[in-house]
């Protein structure tokens, strides 16, 4: 997780690119709900198809992978190891989770509801992480919960969480 000059840095250098024109968080929270559901879509084609019996819904189900995976190329570089993969699995995990929340919050489990929605998007912010490179998975390595980083020995430093981050940077109504 950075620290506060490289958070600093970050939302300096996402500011000028959005100055620029060659970044705008809004859309990509945008198109990545839309990856979000498509991906559902997916799952949804082939249940139907499994359990109708009926191979065209394998034909919706081709189509709509490959409008995801034209979308999700304007999110994530799929060049890039398997951040490819993991992008879509975030998303789509994020989906399902958001989904649990939803169905316990409309059995009146408020509770229940509120610890989904809050690991939907401690998830959806790791696909965060990775879309704006804060994350570098070789360079991680095991601290102490109460450490800031490796170089934090006292440990009294708050660390700015993946949500932190994303609360900060990504702002769909800011239009």
Known sequence: MPNEEQFQKLVQKIEELKKGGKIDLSMEEDLSIAVMNLVSLEEHFF?????????????????????????????????EGETWCISKHLLAASMRILEVGTKLLGEG?????????????????????????????PEVKKIRDDQLNVHDTDGTKE??????????LVDCCDE
């Open 109 to 137: 489990k408020r509770d229940e509801a509120k610890q989904m929605f809050a690991r939907a998007y401690q998830t959806y912010s790791l696909f965060w992480a990775i879309r704006l490179k804060l994350l570098k998975l």
């Open 159 to 168: 660390p700015w969480t993946f949500e932190d981050i994303v609360n900060k």
């Open 47 to 79: 249940f139907t198809a499994e359990k109708t019996g009926k191979e065209d819904y394998f034909d919706f189900l081709k189509e709509v992978r490959e409008l995801r995976k034209e979308l999700l190329g304007r999110l994530i570089d799929r060049h």
